[in-house]
């Protein structure tokens, strides 16, 4: 089991990785801090005061304005690979009174920051419906389907990758590696490591140097959050313990 293209795009755009809008009539991409509502809505938090807010507005007779959001991958440790590039656009629009303090709610749970406080006069709040979605992988890029989106969800661990896979490699790596030599039936001279988590499994990469393979040890069913793959990987980390 894999995250599905529709999941990774849907993980990538909401909101924890930097990203860049692109907007009908404006000269150059503008960065931008963002997040996703329940429904996979793209929210845009911009100073009233700057070109962003100046180029979101729409023309004379208008409501909206055509905008894409391109989120790049951050590997989180060396040596991982990336998740690759998301392009989400639509037709983003001013949000105001309930709809607006509706909003900040929903980037508050991604995205907290004092800045929503002044939504409405330092701050606006824009949004767009995803009507559009691909997936730059490997060189290539794959049209998602914008229901299977809006369906998806982000996926419970992305956040917490980084400090997941430092704690493993800072404190267990002993075990961990004795725990995938034995799990990818792999000889004493190689040095497996885990360089990706997600809700599905563990990507690991192994083989001497200059011959780096990777391999997926799949979870037996998706986890939920971060005290459920704590538990489910309790046994590896602690063998002696989890026997007793």
Known sequence: ???????????????????????????????????????????????????????????????????????????????????????????????????????AMDFATTQPTGDLLDVGSRFQLHRFEVAEARWEHTGGMRPIDPQA????????????????????????????????????????AESPRVVRIDRYGLLVAYGRPGATRRARVSFAGPVADVAELSRLLHPMLCPRQAAA
């Open 1 to 103: 089991m894999r995250p599905s293209p529709a999941e990774i795009v849907r993980t990538l755009v909401a909101g924890r990785l930097p990203a860049l809008a692109h907007l009908a009539g404006s000269t150059g991409p503008h960065q931008v801090r963002h997040a996703t509502d329940p429904d996979g809505r793209v929210l845009l938090l911009v100073p009233a005061l700057s070109d962003l807010a100046t180029a979101l507005a729409p023309p004379a007779g208008e409501t909206d304005v055509a905008t894409a959001l391109d989120v790049l991958d951050l590997p989180p440790t060396a040596g991982a690979p990336s998740l690759g590039r998301a392009w989400v656009s639509g037709w983003a629009e001013r949000l105001d009174g309930d709809e607006a303090r509706q909003a």
């Open 149 to 188: 989106y809006a369906q998806a969800e982000p996926d419970p661990l992305h956040a917490a990758e980084a400090g997941l896979l430092a704690d493993l490699a800072d404190h267990h790596a002993e075990q961990v590696a004795g725990h995938l030599r034995r799990q990818l039936k792999l000889s004493g």
